[in-house]
C-alpha cells in the first residue's frame, strides 16, 4: 500500500516514516512532498492509497490542496497543531486527523481505519463539507458526515432532531423518523454541533432546538419535538435549557 507524507517540515516527515516502518507493515511504499505544490505533483505521480497531509505549509494550506483536486481517489488524514477551526471542520465531515507530535498508537489507529474504507469514495463530498464548515459558510442545508459500518451519510443539520448516546455509540434521530447509529460518543458530536445552537439536556442527549415543540414539566422535565418524541432534562441542566430556549 502507497502513503505520501505532505509536510513542510522534514523532522516531522522522518518522525512519520520511522513510526510506519516500526508500526504499520502493511505500509509498502512511502514517499514525501513539502509543499502544496510538489504535493499536489506528487498525488499524481504517485496515486496514493493514504495521504498525511500537513494544514500549514511555506506555500499555502492542506484546504487549498484539497480544493484543487478532481475526484481524489485515496484516504486522507490531516497532520495539524492545536487549529480549533480545522478540528471542527475535520470532525464536522468525519475526516481523520492527527495531532502534532504524531503519537505512535493513534498514527496505527487512523492508518487502519483508512485502510478499511480503502474502497469508499466519499472524499469529494466529505472535503465540501469540511471546507464549508472552515470557511464559516453557514446557511440552512449545512450538512455534517455521519459513519457507520456499511455507509457513509451525508446529513442536513437542520433534519436532525436529537442524538442518544448508547454506550460509545450515538444514535441520530431525523425529521422523517429515521435514525443512523454511528460508532462515536456523544461527546465528540456535541462538539460538531454546538456552534449549530445544540444544547446538551442530558448526559444522554443532545437536541436541535429548532424542533423543539414544548417544555413538559412532568416528571422531573422532557423536551417534546414535532412527530411527538420526547427525551428527558435533567434537573442539573433545566434551568440552563430553559433559558437557552427562552433566548433561541
Do not use: W
Not at 59 to 68: N, R, Y
Not at 78 to 96: G, L, P, Q, S
Request: hydrophobic residues 40%; glycine residues 4%.
Amino acid at each position: 500500500m502507497t502513503l505520501l507524507i505532505i509536510d513542510n517540515e522534514p523532522i516531522i516527515r522522518e518522525g512519520i516514516v520511522a513510526l510506519l516502518q516500526a508500526y504499520c507493515e502493511s505500509i509498502t511504499e512511502i514517499h514525501e512532498a513539502d509543499g502544496v505544490q510538489s504535493g499536489l505533483k506528487a498525488i499524481a505521480q504517485y496515486k496514493p492509497d493514504i495521504v498525511l497531509l500537513d494544514v500549514e505549509m511555506d506555500d499555502g494550506t492542506g484546504f487549498e490542496l484539497v480544493q484543487q483536486l478532481n475526484h481524489p481517489a485515496f484516504q486522507l488524514i490531516f497532520i495539524t497543531a492545536h487549529n480549533k477551526y480545522a478540528i471542527d471542520a475535520f470532525r464536522c465531515a468525519a475526516i481523520d486527523f492527527l495531532l502534532k507530535p504524531v503519537d505512535p498508537q493513534q498514527l496505527q489507529e487512523s492508518i487502519g481505519r483508512a485502510q478499511k474504507q480503502i474502497e469508499q469514495q466519499n472524499l469529494s463530498e466529505q472535503l465540501a463539507v469540511m471546507l464549508k464548515q472552515y470557511m464559516h459558510r453557514r446557511d440552512p442545508d449545512q450538512k455534517i458526515v455521519l459513519k457507520d459500518i456499511n455507509s457513509t451519510y451525508f446529513v442536513k443539520v437542520q433534519d436532525i432532531l436529537f442524538c442518544e448516546a448508547d454506550g460509545t455509540y450515538t444514535k441520530f434521530y431525523f425529521t422523517n423518523n429515521s435514525s443512523i447509529l454511528v460508532s462515536k460518543n456523544l461527546k465528540e458530536y456535541e462538539a460538531v454541533l454546538e456552534p449549530f445552537g445544540f444544547i446538551r439536556t442530558h448526559h444522554s442527549y443532545l437536541a436541535n432546538p429548532l424542533h423543539i415543540r414544548l417544555f413538559d414539566k412532568t416528571d422531573g422535565g422532557s423536551l417534546v419535538f414535532e412527530g411527538g418524541l420526547s427525551i428527558p432534562v435533567s434537573q442539573r441542566k433545566k434551568d440552563y435549557v430553559l433559558q437557552r430556549l427562552e433566548t433561541r
